[in-house]
């Protein structure tokens, strides 16, 4: 009997954005205090609105520590039975071979477990106080630095076992990299072309590279710069695309003059998540679950209301439509995100919801297979 492939015969090749941020490091106990994690903020919470849906308690993953390899296994084992194909964890090198969170991607890799694809995305970008604390200004704490070939080579070689490793996910033979701002790099074509050069001096067909932008408008720039494909992040066009000229005023007012972010319905966002450019091969579009950036920003933080998981499987169906007629290989959407629980934008089941974004997403999978 013949065996099927596993990626052809899937309607969507999801991988969720992984955040591995729940765990301390020495560096976020010296600039937040001892024991931070990304649960700190999110314990903190607290709702700012009638039916603002704060604090947000995780339910049957708990609390947990990203140091303890049940953990892992756990959200592993949980992703799998509901449709995600791997994790794509975001990867923090800040140059001169200085990194962050690795720990809990590294034992993955030397371990071999969990036994579940994966992939690697460069947040390449500083961190600032004001990305974890509704007080913070704009103080660096990690700048991000491009020194050089010499770095580019040294980060190539640290991840070249990972690209090696039989889990890493593939596009096209090539293990797929994402690049989280690709305008930072100093210059986008000669990375490429630099670690396409050392990829296939190793044995690799090269490699796969993403990059990600807000504006669909950005593809065929991106794809100029040699990136194979783009990865859109539609979270806010419906700010762009959906709001009056007398909304937009009143919404910068409030945010310049007054310091509050925009709280806007979940289906009326939703509708803009996906866009005609979604169809393209070399497009790789987005599923959004959910956002709340008030844990990390109070009442600066913008914040999607009334998302349900019936609302989401809305947006996951219109999603998988665009990918319909694509070959299976190049099917590929990314979920935003698995755990980002600060951000308000998780799968994990909670105590409101339960396993319900879950069984959400394994419905609209479902419907398409």
Known sequence: MKETN??????????AFYLPQFHPTPENDAWWGKGFTEWTNVGKARP???????????????YYDLRLPETRQEQADMARQYGVEGFCYWHYWFGNGCRLLQRPFQEVLTSGKPDFPFCLAWANHSWEDKQFSKEGTHRVLMEQLYPGDADYEAHFRTLLPAFRDSRYIRVDGKPLFMVYNPDELPDAPHFIALWQRLARA???????FVGQTDHASEIDRLRSLGFDAVNVVRLFDFFRKDFSFVEKAWMKLMRVGFGRGRIVDYA???RFFTGP??????????LIPNWDHSPRSGRKGHILVHSTPARFQTHVEAALHRLAEKPAEHRVVFLKSWNEWAEGNYM???????RGYLEALQEALGKKS
Not at 50 to 60: E, I, M, N, T
Not at 277 to 286: A, G, K
Not at 348 to 354: I, K, Q, T, V
């Open 277 to 286: 450019e979604d169809c393209r091969e070399d497009c790789y579009p987005t």
């Open 348 to 354: 994990e089941p909670d105590l409101r919801f339960g």
């Open 202 to 208: 190793e044995g690799l067909s090269g490699i796969h």
């Open 48 to 62: 700012l609105f009638r039916g603002h849906y704060q604090p947000r308690v995780p339910a049957d993953l708990g």
């Open 6 to 15: 596993p990626i052809t015969s899937r309607p969507a090749r999801v991988i």
């Open 268 to 270: 009326r966002a939703a």
